[in-house]
């Protein structure tokens, strides 16, 4: 068992970190104003070789491990201070190019995937509805077949970035089929008749990209359209796995910036004549801190080396990994910014940015006691597990 980062993954790393670093003095701005120029943030990322990585390579992509995806997404999101700088990554790799590589005809993958792999079209997740969020078997919108083609109906909300994607692949109920057996998944293009976007809510962090929510009226999309239909629910679910590993790199990421900025700080800001880092309920924080981050990225790091050629990490470990992270980090930014002082929050540091950055992803690739629910369900497999509370 060797925990030492390969020659490849540490060049990776430093790539990841350079392209960070790059545009971190823009995230306060992006951040206060909620604009972020999203295509210049694509094109950033693509100039340093980090879109696609895990796509099989017969796709178009770097055919690399969710142990590199990891480290990529953990070095961007610590040194650039701000969520966005991932998404690039996370869009040409995450849930949208893996559900297309689940594709079940072939036409799908060869319509969809060289868009997405380089970065030229954006694929948004379109699952939660406005009765319906963590009980995606209950799901209203519908998926009827007409002919060669499938008429799409139904409301979604929550869908990040909604009105700067290409692509949405919207969950839905195939004929009126009851449970999880009737959820597929099908892509319905931008600028489809019938098919419209609203603004959503505005959310507390992870500002600059305008989140949405959908109105799917009677929308006609052909049969190739369909990444996978009913009876596939596990296989389906199995590509959030990666969402979750990337939650797993963002917790890390801005944790790890949480404490690199409070070490900092800490280091600089004196008291009673002398630094208060030189206190010992500081550098006690300081050290609960820094195990909590390492504990966490033990855990990522395991979850990703349980993906093998070609196929996502297993629900388990990436599941524990991501309940954890969540909350240590939202732990590790509050502690950060309580030891600014005053300071931490004011927006003249980046404290406070970081904390809710953070807090408002806590429930994003499931609220954790939908994760809990899964995860007992694995553990205790004879016992009755209720997913409803």
């Known amino acids: 068992m060797d925990f030492t980062l390969s020659p490849a993954q540490l060049e990776l ?27 210049e943030v694509v094109d950033h990322v693509r100039n340093h070789d980090l879109l696609a990585l895990t796509v099989p390579v ?23 201070q701000f969520w966005i700088v991932g998404e690039p990554v996370f869009a040409t790799a995450g849930p949208g190019p893996s559900m297309m ?61 909604a009105q700067v994607n290409d692509l949405y692949a919207v969950f839905a109920r195939f004929d009126d ?24 809510p505005e959310f507390l962090g992870c500002r600059g990209v305008p989140h949405g929510d959908l109105r799917i009226e009677d929308v006609r999309v052909p049969a190739e359209n369909v990444i996978v239909g ?13 969402e979750r590993l990337h939650n797993c790199g963002f917790n890390l990421g801005m ?25 010992q309920s500081v550098y006690h924080t300081l050290v609960d801190m820094w195990t909590d981050i390492e504990a966490l ?32 980090a939202s732990g590790i930014t509050l502690k950060a910014l309580e030891l600014h002082g005053g300071y931490g929050a004011t927006t003249g540091y980046p404290i406070e940015r970081l904390h809710r950055d953070v807090v408002a992803t806590i429930v994003a690739g499931g609220s954790p006691p939908v994760l809990r629910n899964s995860i007992a369900a694995t553990l205790m497999p004879d016992t009755r597990i209720s997913q409803r509370g």
């Open 297 to 328: 990225r033990l855990m990522a790091q395991r979850a990703a080396c349980t993906a093998g050629d070609g196929s996502h990490p297993k629900v388990l470990e990436t599941t524990a990994a991501k309940l954890y992270g969540a909350r240590v």
């Open 230 to 242: 009913p009876g596939k629910f596990a296989k389906l679910m199995s590509a959030f796995n990666m």
């Open 13 to 39: 790393q430093e790539r990841a970190r350079v392209a960070g670093e790059a545009i971190r003095h823009r995230a306060a701005r992006w951040d206060r104003e909620n604009h972020v120029p999203y295509q």
């Open 101 to 161: 590589l689940l594709a079940e005809n072939p036409a799908t993958r060869e319509k969809f995937l060289p868009g997405l792999v380089k970065g030229e079209q954006q694929c948004a997740i379109a699952l939660t509805e406005p009765g319906y969020g963590s009980d995606l078997t209950s799901l209203e919108t519908t998926a009827v077949k007409d002919g060669d083609s499938y008429i799409i109906s139904g409301d979604k909300n929550f869908v990040t970035g």
């Open 177 to 200: 089929i009851p449970g999880h057996r009737g959820i597929g998944a099908v892509v319905i293009e931008k600028g489809t008749e019938g098919f419209h976007i609203d603004d959503g």
């Open 58 to 80: 017969e796709y178009g992509g770097k055919g690399l491990s969710a142990l590199d995806y990891l480290v990529v997404v953990e070095a961007l999101f610590r040194s650039s």
């Open 255 to 279: 944790a790890s910036a949480a404490y690199d900025e409070a070490q900092k700080y800490v280091s600089e800001r004196k008291a009673f004549g002398r630094p208060i880092a030189e206190f």
